[in-house]
DNA sequence: TTTATATATGCCTTGACAAGTATATGCTCA
DNA sequence: TGAGCATATACTTGTCAAGGCATATATAAA
């Protein structure tokens, strides 16, 4: 259990992803919405947070677990190699891209200096093979 | 074993799809070049078949194998969700959609998960505060 | 203190799956 | 036809991880 893929590949850690994906969430939260019990959410948690998905603070008794980036981008990088086999979709991920210009960073979380611009109009010349 | 999820969990399929990445594989050369046996390969394909990350065509006594896009597809929806957590990421993207628009010409990738490089350049708005 | 609440951890069982070895199927060519 | 190559499948075994249950730890409240 090192690489992310294997991380994710259980479907209630995705569901806790996603989950902590509209805000953080306490375990006792995760576990009713979820409908797991405590330790299972509590192992689950535990196994996300080792492998740098998620990451807890604590608020009295509770911990509030939120998501982390890096291993989401770890994903996304290897995914990339794929890409060209979608063309057709890239331009859904134009718009994408462009929709997060327009859409807030509500984090600014890295540091990393993002000097962008908007780009308007790729020009893909071939499919595929 | 049914999501795109837990497929890809396992390496030696990812490796093997990164072969078939660069160019379609008939059985023995994914076997000399991953070094993994025959019957080893044959299950993987079955498994990414079986998944659609793969279909096969016949050559005479041999299948050369390619890949599908839809289940990558279905992987980068499900990755959408999380995309506003690396905004910083989004220069990347983009220079990745850049390069697909100019055709690529490299390969060379191994077994193991590609490591981000972070170059520089691109030029794209600026996420607000 | 004691009790209640929130979360983490340890042990155990069970099931899934990857790989090895052997064998079957299928195609080509002499 | 048979021999040889290419790929698929069957069966077995070892490993590992998920979940159940019990319990430990930690904080809060009474």
Redesign the pocket.
């Known amino acids: 259990?090192?690489s992310v893929f294997?991380?994710i590949?259980?479907?209630?850690?995705r569901a806790i992803l996603s989950l902590l994906g509209s805000s953080q969430q306490?375990?006792?939260?995760?576990?009713r919405q979820l409908r797991?019990?405590?330790?299972?959410?509590?192992?689950?948690?535990?196994?996300l947070?080792e492998a740098g998905f998620v990451e807890?603070t604590?608020?009295?008794?509770?911990?509030?677990?939120q998501l982390k980036p890096e291993p989401f981008q770890q994903m996304d990088a290897w995914l990339a190699q794929f890409r060209r086999f979608w063309s057709v979709h890239i331009d859904a991920l134009e718009r994408h891209l462009d929709r997060m210009d327009h859409e807030r960073a509500d984090r600014s979380n890295q540091s990393a200096p993002t000097k962008s611009k908007t780009k308007e109009k790729t020009t893909r010349s071939k499919p595929r093979t």
Chains 1, 2 share one sequence.
């Open positions: 259990m090192e294997e991380i590949a259980e479907p209630n850690r306490s375990v006792g939260e995760i576990e797991m019990t405590q330790p299972t959410v509590s192992k689950h948690l535990r196994v947070r807890s604590v608020d009295a008794q509770r911990r509030l677990y």
